[in-house]
């Protein structure tokens, strides 16, 4: 039997975002904008001084830093999630980085995936697109304690919450509940030497 593993595909996650209504609406906006100019520029002879064959070339432009700004955020050949390595739990959750925890001294539970994205407060450094549902990156939570956040609103009603020394990472995949039944009966099996510190099970109210 393999390591317990929870992962998703950069590629389905590229995907997702890169169709996004609000992404899609973003480079609507871009050509409306280059179609609006371009018969402007035709209505208008003190506007041709803007020489329309660049419109095409500029709204390329464009668009390709729209979604490149998603490639920056989303690698399609790297899968995102988490995995178990004897008693460590490593974290995909935002371009190519990693956090580490030892299930052995850390909290571990299962929440509604809403009420794990409401104890947040501010995001310092990633994604969050609240119409394709996903949100990943750096945040803190209102608290003030460092959050890692891997979360697929769309597609997973419950969240795996971490809560350790390092701050608290929160994962919510399609395959999160099942993560977590994993994680429990691992530490059942490899912690009973060990004791975990007191930490509140999700980020706690501000």
């Known amino acids: 039997m393999g390591s317990p593993a ?85 974290v995909r959750f935002y371009q190519d980085d990693i956090v580490s925890v030892n299930i052995c001294k850390s909290n571990i539970s299962l929440v509604d995936t809403s009420e794990a994205l409401s104890k947040l407060s501010i995001r310092t450094n990633g994604l969050s697109d609240p119409l ?26 419950k969240a795996l919450v971490i809560g350790s020394e390092k701050g608290y990472i929160i994962v919510a995949l399609p395959c999160s509940q099942e993560m977590y039944k994993e994680l429990t009966q691992a530490r059942s099996t490899l912690c009973t030497k060990q004791l975990a510190p007191t930490w509140a099970p999700y980020p706690r109210r501000g």
């Open 6 to 90: 929870c992962l998703v595909s950069g590629k389905n996650l590229f995907i997702q975002e890169a169709t996004s209504p609000l992404q899609l609406l973003v480079i609507v906006a871009i050509m409306a904008v280059m179609i609006i100019g371009a018969y402007l520029a035709k209505r208008f002879p003190s506007l041709r001084k803007y020489p329309l064959k660049l419109a095409i070339p500029i709204a390329i432009v464009a668009i390709g830093i729209v979604l490149a700004t998603t490639y920056i955020s989303i690698r399609p050949g790297l899968s995102y999630g988490a995995w178990l390595n004897g008693t460590v739990l490593q």
């Open 132 to 157: 394709s549902g996903i949100h990943m990156g750096y945040y803190r939570a209102r608290g003030g304690d460092k959050a890692y956040v891997l979360v697929l609103a769309k597609k997973s009603a």
